[in-house]
């Protein structure tokens, strides 16, 4: 390609709304374009990178045994609301009528027509176990899009989904998938970490997600050194580490706390430490109200929350007429004595002796708390968020703690959706049964923003070989002289004709300028000629390197091809 047919419209200044790295550098190098809230374009070099994302993730599904195939977006209500999930989604689904009133809905993820396609076209049990795919765009209407194509309402995503006759069949179906996911990921480049994952909400028996570490990324991770545990937060077993009680004993006492709000205000009001309280948070949880505890110097996790409460919709906090209501206080002084609703208590509260709550009265608490003696919690489970330094769950050393990007996941969903649509085969004996799913996503177009957020420096993107827009940039310095551009183009057909993605800078520019947009995209190796072409000399230089090597033409050339080869 010559860069001076190329639409490349590279930008010094992004929008105030690029907050992180990787979305600031698409921008700049030109890759996407933001159309509108969540929604965005590639432009030709984007394109490109997102093309060799997806030839990657074919050539390891194929070789998985996994058949592709194609559906489409926009997707008949029927089968959703045949699952349920046409309200579950609720504001995260787009949804549409058509000319005759009919509802659909823009496909957010296709376990139910993948379900109804296999119902429809696969006749006798012989032909499990399957595995089908497709790479395609989904539309979610996210609550908070943000960070370029980390988040965004309309992705593509490659997804796919396993049939088999037996949970022993799952197994294997799940494993291959695993594997290739190992292998592209790999291949793209990331430094990434499988966790397990919570597969309560949707019923499953095992799940795992591909986090790419990243300040950035949204979703926590817990892992440990020692013995390999890495769960999400929401899956991440927390053990219990007591501290030592209050020193007060005796029976419980009202005490009062005026204008006293906050644990930290109480800290200081009561000279106690954080640990000696049990705060009380009040949810909504679908149509009905709950309260939650946890240790004063703990967070709620409200996805085990959700999941031990059993409830559709995600947790959100009581509004605060209804905690008003429920507690008869302002808000900040709930408490489990005399609360009408269900009181889900933390495990690690069971250890605390002597404890400080909120006594439901303005500017009250009680103090000498016991569980048992004083209230009784409608169920004691983990409902808490791990913390980096916790006992590891599977070996009780120190766990650590970071941030991930979600660029994968796997999933054992069962019968989950085969039974709730119907998918069932007649077993050789004649008997009939349902078929077990599991489901594998990956989020391809993500997987760009989280390649470029793992390989950058200050002069802009570096693209893993793999997945580079272009393998390799040759620079004439003086697109005026003419035994350089000569020696450039023959240099450029040379590589393209031993098959390396080669571009070619034949722009009338600086060579500063040629220089730093070839930084800026991120082209894994340039060659620049310049004067020294008259000797047979050019200068090689790997993006990652510090400095540039001289060379004569044949072994940069022959580099070139060593170095592009050797990491595809
Ligand atoms: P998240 O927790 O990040 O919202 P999810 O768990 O809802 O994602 P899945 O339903 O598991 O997502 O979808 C499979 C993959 O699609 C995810 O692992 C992720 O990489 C990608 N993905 C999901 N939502 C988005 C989005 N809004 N923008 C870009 N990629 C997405
Ligand atoms: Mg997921």
Redesign the pocket.
């Known amino acids: 390609m010559r860069m001076s047919n190329l639409l490349l419209p590279t930008l010094r200044e992004v929008p105030a709304d690029a907050e992180i790295t990787s979305h600031k550098l698409m921008l700049r190098a030109a890759m996407i374009r933001r159309l509108g809230s969540g929604i965005y374009s590639y432009l030709p070099l984007g394109l490109r990178v997102l093309q060799k994302v997806e030839k990657i993730i074919r050539e390891e599904m194929n070789n998985a045994d996994a058949q592709e195939l194609l559906m489409p977006a926009l997707l008949p209500a029927e089968a959703y609301q045949a699952s349920g999930r046409w309200d579950v989604f609720g504001a995260s689904m787009f949804k549409l009528k058509d000319r005759y009133d009919r509802d659909y809905c823009l496909g957010p993820?296709h376990e139910e027509l993948f379900t109804q396609t296999v119902i429809d076209n696969v006749k006798s049990y012989k032909e499990y176990p399957m595995t089908l795919y497709q790479i395609q765009t989904k539309y979610?209407d996210?609550a908070r899009?943000r960070f370029g194509?980390?988040?965004?309402?309309e992705?593509v995503?490659k997804?796919a989904y396993s049939f088999d006759t037996s949970d022993e069949g799952l197994d294997e179906s799940y494993k291959k998938m695993y594997d290739a996911y190992n292998r592209i990921f790999e291949r793209l480049g990331l430094d990434f970490t499988v966790v397990d994952a919570d597969s309560g909400a949707m019923g499953g028996s095992g799940s795992q997600?591909f986090m790419v570490k990243s300040p950035v990324g949204?979703?926590g991770i817990a892992y440990c050194d020692c013995c390999g545990y890495a769960a999400n937060y929401e899956k991440a077993e927390c053990v219990n580490a007591p501290k030592p009680s209050a020193e007060d004993g005796g029976d419980m006492e009202k005490i009062h706390t005026p204008n006293v709000h906050t644990i930290e205000e109480l800290v200081s009001f009561l000279g106690a430490e954080p640990y000696n309280f049990a705060k009380t948070i009040i949810y909504k949880a679908d149509d009905k109200y709950i309260a939650a505890m946890v240790r004063g110097d703990r967070e709620i996790n409200e996805v085990k929350l959700k999941n031990l409460v059993g409830c559709t919709d995600d947790l959100e906090l009581a509004e605060p007429y209804m905690v008003r209501q429920l507690t008869n206080a302002e808000v900040g002084f709930a408490g489990p004595v005399g609360l009408d609703i269900p009181v889900y208590v933390d495990k690690e509260v069971e250890t605390m002796k002597n404890f400080i709550i909120g006594a439901n009265e303005t500017d009250m608490h009680y103090k000498n708390v016991n569980i048992g003696k004083d209230f009784t919690p409608h169920t004691v489970a983990d409902i808490r968020v791990i913390e980096e330094g916790d006992a590891c769950p599977r070996c009780g050393k120190p766990i650590k703690t970071a941030q991930g990007i979600?660029?994968?996941?796997v999933f054992k969903l069962g019968t989950k959706y085969s039974e709730a649509l119907g998918l069932t085969f007649q077993d050789e004996d004649g008997q009939s049964k349902v078929v077990t799913m599991g489901c594998y996503?990956?989020?391809v177009?993500?997987c760009l923003s989280a390649a470029v957020e793992q390989n950058n420096d200050e002069n802009g993107i570096i693209w893993p070989v793999s997945i580079a827009p272009f393998e390799v940039i040759v620079i004439p310095v003086n697109a005026k002289n003419e035994e350089q551009t000569e020696a450039a183009e023959k240099i450029y057909n040379e590589l393209k004709a031993k098959g390396i993605d080669a571009l070619i800078d034949d722009r009338n520019e600086r060579p500063g300028v040629k220089f730093k947009d070839a930084d800026l995209i991120g082209i894994p190796v340039r060659i620049v000629v310049g004067k020294k072409i008259g000797e047979g000399i050019v200068e090689y230089k790997e993006r990652t390197a510090p400095s540039s090597a001289e060379k004569t033409v044949g072994a940069a050339v022959d580099d070139v091809v060593k170095f592009v080869e050797s990491r595809r």
Request: no cysteine; aromatic share 4%; glycine share 12%.
């Open positions: 993820t979610r996210e899009p194509v980390i988040r965004s309402r992705f995503m997804d997600e949204e979703d979600e660029v994968g996941h996503g990956i989020g177009t993500r």
